[in-house]
């Protein structure tokens, strides 16, 4: 429910319902537990919908690094995390922030799937937000 409230842009609607479900699912499952951190991301999510950027800068900068430790750093889960973080800080105005924040490299930690291979537009793509030059 909250991830169509976000997608159809009923940000008020979806912010309300995460701040009920996020603590609940954290009580209940952990607050590493993959469902949790998708609640918290979706919830983020509707802030920024709102324009609530500090709040929701504060909560994906919670939940980066336990989405780094519990599905990986390159998790397409977190990865949207830190893209989101760094979008949050640039719409902040924090644009130094949001460069030091891409600590790690996520260029050199992305590989391929057997059989296929990262295309250098793509390696560029990763670059040129933050990775290294």
Known sequence: MLRYLFVSGQYQPGATLGRKAHPDWTRTLGEDHPDTLAVANRLAGCLVGLRKYEEARDLFADILPRCG?????????????????????????????????????????????????????????????????
């Not at 105005?93 to 296929?116: C, E, F, K, M, N």
């Open 69 to 133: 430790r519990t599905l990986g750093e390159a998790h397409p889960q977190t990865l949207t995390v830190a893209s989101n973080l760094c979008a949050c800080l640039t719409a902040l105005g924090a644009h130094q922030d949001a460069r030091a924040r891409w600590r790690w490299d996520p260029v050199s930690r992305v590989t391929a799937l057997p059989g296929q291979e990262i295309s250098s537009r793509a390696r560029r793509s990763c670059s040129s937000f933050g990775g290294s030059r």
